[in-house]
Nanobody, 115 residues
Framework: QVQLVESGGGLVQAGGSLRLSCAAS????????MGWYRQAPGKQRELVAMITRSRSTNYAAGVKGRFTISRDNAKNTVYLQMNSLEPEDTADYYC?????????WGQGTQVTVSS
């Protein structure tokens, strides 16, 4: 079992920045992949970014160049630095981990970008 605890959401004006954090605890495999999804009202949950333990990354097209995913393996923590935020980035952001083939979700943190 893996538990994911997120923090860092909030309200920000367009053009601003936020940093999300997600700490994993429990039985962590050495090859755990971690990342972020988001779900806007009335829309499906979508991938934002993922990062492997060796720090290979994958980003959604709409956030490339604005968002940066990183991780601290010693702390089993993944971060999402979000810059140049747009109202379209408003959503609930969920931490995700694939640990040994099993998927786990955080409880979600709300990000609201005002125009």
């Amino acid at each position: 079992q893996v538990q994911l605890v997120e923090s860092g959401g909030g309200l920000v004006q367009a053009g601003g920045s936020l940093r999300l954090s997600c700490a994993a605890s429990g039985t962590i495999n050495s090859d755990i992949v971690m990342g972020w999804y988001r779900q806007a009202p009335g829309k499906q949950r979508e991938l934002v970014a993922m990062i492997t333990r060796s720090r290979s990354t994958n980003y959604a097209a709409g956030v490339k160049g604005r968002f940066t995913i990183s991780r601290d393996n010693a702390k089993n923590t993944v971060y999402l630095q979000m810059n140049s935020l747009e109202p379209e980035d408003t959503a609930d952001y969920y931490c995700y981990a694939n640990n040994g083939g099993y998927g786990y979700w955080g409880q979600g943190t709300q990000v609201t970008v005002s125009s």
